[in-house]
T-cell receptor, first 112, second 113 residues
Framework: GQNIDQPTEMTATEGAIVQINCTYQTSGFNGLFWYQQHAGEAPTFLSYNVLDGLEEKGRFSSFLSRSKGYSYLLLKELQMKDSASYLCAVSPNAGNNRKLIWGLGTSLAVNP | DGGITQSPKYLFRKEGQNVTLSCEQNLNHDAMYWYRQDPGQGLRLIYYSQIVNDFQKGDIAEGYSVSREKKESFPLTVTSAQKNPTAFYLC????????????FGDGTRLSIL
């Protein structure tokens, strides 16, 4: 089967750094996406990794290791507005299909 | 501005009624998707479409129907056969010839009266 695992909940302090992990087992791999979803709102795209290594975008970075089936999202200088659910999604195949396999999301609470 | 518009934001349905959720995009995206999200669960794919006049069932298509008569529009009908329709419905779209991500509309929250 195809599976994505993420921690259900995490808590961190304003100004700190937090790492949200995602492990996946899929039939193939053609990229991994991270999305942010605030309560009651739609997911918004954060990052995309298809090659091993770190992608940095401002306060957010995402890392991928294809051999380990592992990714993490790193959030630096946490702000209260970063309290949200973070979704990991994998594209298991190439081409026009691009159905994504979604994790259940990690709910992050940032405390003052 | 380009984007994906879902309407209405809130929708109420009586038992036995069909309801249609609207999804329109002006991003010139080829692929469009419908997801359902329930509390504590991830996004589950209902239907998707890669091109006009073609669509495929996702993982939970029973009780739902779609059409794709125009590139910009991908309406979802929740039929009376869907026994537990109360959920948050999300429409997404993306370019198919690249590694671009799916972009989402603001969602429609459907409730049963």
């Amino acid at each position: 089967g195809q599976n994505i695992d993420q921690p259900t909940e995490m808590t961190a302090t304003e100004g700190a750094i937090v790492q949200i992990n995602c492990t996946y087992q899929t039939s193939g791999f053609n990229g991994l996406f991270w999305y942010q979803q605030h309560a009651g709102e739609a997911p918004t795209f954060l990052s995309y990794n298809v090659l091993d290594g770190l992608e940095e975008k401002g306060r957010f970075s995402s890392f991928l290791s294809r051999s380990k089936g592992y990714s993490y999202l790193l959030l630096k200088e946490l702000q209260m507005k970063d309290s949200a659910s973070y979704l990991c999604a994998v594209s298991p195949n190439a081409g026009n299909n691009r159905k994504l396999i979604w994790g259940l999301g990690t709910s992050l609470a940032v405390n003052p | 501005d380009g984007g994906i518009t879902q309407s209405p934001k809130y929708l109420f349905r009586k038992e036995g009624q069909n309801v249609t959720l609207s999804c329109e995009q002006n991003l010139n995206h080829d692929a469009m998707y419908w997801y359902r999200q329930d509390p504590g669960q991830g996004l589950r794919l209902i239907y998707y479409s890669q091109i006009v006049n073609d669509f495929q069932k996702g993982d939970i298509a029973e009780g739902y129907s779609v059409s794709r008569e125009k590139k910009e529009s991908f309406p979802l009908t929740v039929t009376s056969a869907q026994k537990n329709p109360t959920a948050f419905y999300l429409c997404a779209s993306r370019l198919t010839n690249s590694n671009q991500p799916q972009h989402f509309g603001d969602g429609t929250r459907l409730s049963i009266l």
